[in-house]
Nanobody, 123 residues
Framework: QRQLVESGGGLVHPGGSLRLSCAAS????????IAWFRQAPGKEREQISC????????DYTDSMKGRFVISRDNAKNAVYLQMNNLTPEDTAVYYC????????????????WGQGTQVTVSS
């Protein structure tokens, strides 16, 4: 059974940092790109970062560049999202999802999804 499990969310003060993890099982991990999405209250889900299957290619939405860093450890079947200098606008449920080998800009092409982890940025 293919499964993704996110962890690492929580409550953090503005300017703080969090490291999210996405643990995968039941799939050939090093054949899949992994993307992070987020959905803020009252807003549509958006893709914020993606890393290709080999880890050589990474992509970020413009607003995340310089603050978020995506990485993966294929030996551990895990992808990480280091989030720095968080603001209240980063409050959302964060999801990871799979796509075969390369990243895609189309959310509908992502096949496996985790249950999400809540990130709340508040003073």
């Amino acid at each position: 059974q293919r499964q993704l499990v996110e962890s690492g969310g929580g409550l953090v003060h503005p300017g703080g940092s969090l490291r999210l993890s996405c643990a995968a099982s039941g799939l050939i991990f090093d054949e899949h790109a992994i993307a992070w999405f987020r959905q803020a209250p009252g807003k549509e889900r958006e893709q914020i970062s993606c890393i290709g299957a080999t880890g050589k290619i990474t992509d970020y939405t413009d607003s995340m560049k310089g603050r978020f860093v995506i990485s993966r450890d294929n030996a551990k079947n895990a992808v990480y999202l280091q989030m720095n200098n968080l603001t209240p606008e980063d409050t959302a449920v964060y999801y990871c999802a799979t796509h075969y080998f390369f990243c895609s800009d189309l959310e509908s092409e992502y096949s496996d999804w985790g249950q999400g982890t809540q990130v709340t940025v508040s003073s």
